[in-house]
């Protein structure tokens, strides 16, 4: 695997999703009314822009100086569990309930991220090397976040007004 190919792919992806989103939010400006909505869909947001930075930063640092990605990667996992948890603890008009599968899955594949950042050498336990354990991570994470939206837009994931 060429990490420095797959990375700038994958940020460039990220990134475009972003902004994908960003086009989604502007033709709905209710959801920025309710503060519940407003939580979600900034939820999302971070879904996308969250791995696309880690993909930054694995570019940045590469092979070459691990540090740098397995750091940023440590502290943008934790940033990432901690608002995805802060999120499903949430209540009131948030949601229905239907995006907690997801959100659940996504904090949980962040704490791994976190873990791999910390302890590299786990990642050898599976016969990866560690950047492409995390590459492996990122991956589930956009495939929960597109999970969050698909439910988010179809209208499951919206409490009744």
Same mark, same amino acid.
């Given at each position: ?88 603890? !949430? ?7 239907? %995006? +907690?599968?997801? *959100? #659940?899955? $996504?904090? /949980?594949?962040?704490? =791994? @991220?976190?873990?791999?950042?910390? !302890? ?7 016969? %990866? +090397?560690?950047? *492409? #354990?995390? $590459?492996? /991570?990122?991956?589930? =994470? @956009? ?14 994931? +919206?409490?009744?007004?």
């Amino acid at each position: 695997m060429d990490v420095s190919t797959f990375y700038a792919l994958f940020s460039a992806t990220c990134f475009t999703l972003v902004g994908l989103w960003w086009n989604v939010v502007q033709s709905h400006p209710e959801w920025m009314r309710r503060r519940g909505l407003r939580r979600v869909v900034g939820g999302i947001y971070l879904s996308f822009l969250l791995p696309a930075l880690m993909g930054l930063f694995a570019q940045v640092g590469g092979t070459e100086q691990p540090q740098v990605w397995r750091a940023s990667f440590l502290l943008v996992a934790v940033i990432g569990c901690l608002s995805t948890l802060s999120l499903l603890s !949430a209540d009131g008009d948030r949601v229905d309930g239907s %995006l +907690r599968a997801p *959100q #659940a899955g $996504a904090a /949980l594949v962040y704490a =791994l @991220v976190a873990v791999v950042g910390a !302890a590299p050498e786990l990642a050898g336990a599976v016969g %990866l +090397r560690p950047i *492409q #354990a995390e $590459a492996l /991570l990122l991956i589930l =994470l @956009v495939v929960l976040a597109h999970a969050l939206v698909w439910r988010f837009m179809a209208g499951e994931g +919206r409490a009744p007004k």
